[in-house]
């Protein structure tokens, strides 16, 4: 079984501009979640998606949106980047709740100049 | 909000003694579920307690739940430099809230 893949895994972009990263969910996991790594900050919570609906979210400005398709395929939109959005983007899906044990892709490493 | 601690937040070990680390929430979880992160690497699941006072094992490391549903422990017993990494705990307030993550207890082994 595949697990969780996340592309880019390596971004770089500079101030203002706008990315989007993708996840593909472990076949038959329906939730996919979404979490900011950084040294200082740890893992912080970024939204997640059930059934192409946002079901949480964390504490980051509307800059961070996400969606999910209906084969569960996500996608993370950062627009108008800031030097803080660098930081390892992390993807996790599990098969019914973000609650659940959660499997992690390997990331996508931005870095904003 | 709810809050997720751990301490230590690093933790140097000698290789073949024990060591604990202790995750602390604000708020009483539905669950606890510890996860691994190599260095370099993505966290890996561990294990995943959901009753009061539970314990579980698996080979060297001992897993707990507090009664009151805000605390856990991990104890890792004679630590290997396989145990090289972080260490996170994470709890939802209740089952379908989100999951927050306590800070890790960086783990360091010394042959």
């Known amino acids: 079984k595949a697990g969780v893949t996340q592309t880019p895994r390596y971004l770089i972009k500079t101030r203002g501009q706008q990315v989007t990263l993708s996840c593909s969910p472990i076949?038959?996991?329906?939730?996919v979640s979404w979490y900011q790594q950084t040294p200082g900050q740890g893992l912080q919570f970024l939204f997640e998606?059930?059934?192409?609906?946002?079901?949480n979210k964390g504490n980051f400005p509307g800059r961070f949106s996400g969606r999910q398709f209906s084969n569960s395929r996500s996608e993370m939109n950062v627009s108008t980047l800031e030097l803080g959005d660098s930081a390892l983007y992390l993807c996790a899906s599990s098969l019914v709740a973000q609650h659940n044990e959660q499997f992690f892709g390997p990331g996508t490493r931005l870095t904003v100049l | 909000g709810q809050q997720v601690m751990q301490i230590p937040q690093y933790q140097h070990v000698q290789e073949g003694e024990d060591f604990t680390t202790y995750c602390n929430s604000s708020?009483?979880?539905?669950?606890i579920q510890w996860y691994k992160q190599r260095p370099g690497g993505h966290p890996v699941f561990l294990i995943q307690?959901?009753?009061?006072?539970e314990v579980k094992k698996q080979k060297r490391l001992t897993f707990q739940f507090g009664e009151a549903k805000k605390n856990s422990s991990l104890h890792i017993t004679a630590t290997q430099t396989t145990d090289v990494g972080t260490y996170f705990c994470?709890?939802?307030?209740?089952?379908?809230?989100?999951?927050?993550f306590g800070g890790g207890t960086r783990v360091l082994v010394k042959p």
């Open positions: 998606y059930f059934s192409e609906t946002q079901r």
């Open positions: 307690l959901v009753k009061s006072g």
């Open positions: 994470a709890g939802p307030r209740a089952a379908g809230n989100k999951l927050t």
């Open positions: 076949s038959g996991h329906r939730s």
């Open positions: 708020t009483t979880l539905s669950n």
